[in-house]
């Protein structure tokens, strides 16, 4: 990886859905040992802690479908800002959650110093919701719609600018849970996606080559957002939303080594670990040697 210096940020956000202990995400891959694995790599690492969380003393305050709409827009701004702050100090930003509602944060922040920002979102659903056609209100499943300025003003407007990325700057990877109106949408916009299908057909090495080739040539830095549940429930059970026939672990390693063989990854975050979930920290542990890959790690 072209970055010597690494920032992590943890993102305790457990209100982007409903099912409790995802906060303990970051705290799991911490335990999993990161910050080790990191400095053993070699690299200078900063833990920035954890972003504050407000609280609402009533649980799933629902506004216009959006449940905890307030919070997650607290703990958002909150994380633009520090992600600011890290890429001025020339340092890639690790963002660990939380639920996924976090990208809604980490990508306002990446994209204020990226004019053609690409993200490749590793994940078995697609979270294309929006208030109008999300069956739960739970944010979690919104981000990237959001991200493209698709959704509650209140949400696409964080940073005070929208859209935050292009459609034709999305490449979505492991998807096989997608929603009636999220269909729609991947159709309208354009978005590229792979999913298991396409994996299964034509190889985690195709997928990801053709990924790289596709952000080689069009954008000046790539987000990437992998949630666990991304990744089969064999491999990675601690996660909310687990679906079956997911991408294994080895596919996982293979396409993060892929990636950090490319220097194009400029920011990661990894979410919806969830330690109550989950089998003696397993996948606090996949995440965390998923991590070591995307930065370098080689057995040789």
């Not at 504050?52 to 919070?71: D, G």
């Not at 930003?93 to 980490?106: R, W």
């Not at 040539?217 to 987000?223: A, I, L, M, N, Y």
Request: charge should be negative.
């Amino acid at each position: 990886m072209k970055y010597k210096n690494i920032s992590i940020i943890g993102v305790p956000m457990d209100l982007g859905q409903k099912r409790r202990g995802v906060d303990m995400g970051p705290s799991a891959m911490r335990y999993a040992g990161l910050i080790e694995e990191l400095e053993e790599l070699g690299f200078s690492v900063r833990d920035y802690g954890d972003i504050s969380i407000n609280r609402s003393i009533n649980r799933n305050t629902k506004i216009e479908n959006l449940e905890n709409l307030h919070e997650v827009i607290h703990a958002s701004e909150e994380l633009q800002k520090v992600v600011e702050e890290i890429q001025e100090e020339d340092s890639f930003p690790l963002i660990l959650g939380g639920d996924h509602s976090i990208s809604i944060g980490s990508i306002a922040g990446m994209s204020k110093r990226h004019q053609n920002l690409g993200v490749i979102w590793y994940d078995a659903h697609v979270d294309l919701n929006t208030e109008k056609t999300s069956p739960s209100g739970n944010i979690h499943g919104m981000p990237l719609a959001v991200n493209l300025g698709i959704g509650h003003p209140m949400l696409t407007n964080i940073a005070g600018y929208a859209p935050k990325i292009k459609p034709e700057n999305i490449i979505i990877i492991g998807a096989r849970s997608i929603d009636a109106g999220e269909r729609e949408l991947i159709k309208e916009q354009g978005i590229k996606v792979y999913t298991m299908h396409e994996i299964d057909r034509l190889g985690m090495t195709t997928v990801m080559q053709e990924t790289i080739d596709y952000f080689s040539e069009r954008t000046d830095g790539v987000h990437l957002s992998l949630d666990l549940d991304g990744i089969d429930p064999l491999d990675a059970p601690g996660v909310g939303t687990p679906v079956l026939g997911g991408i294994t672990y080895r596919e996982s390693h293979l396409a993060l080594e892929m990636l950090a063989e490319s220097q194009l990854i400029t920011s990661a975050e990894f979410v919806e670990v969830n330690p109550i979930l989950d089998h003696k920290n397993q996948t606090a542990d996949v995440a965390v040697a998923l991590i070591t890959s995307l930065v370098g790690k080689k057995l040789l």
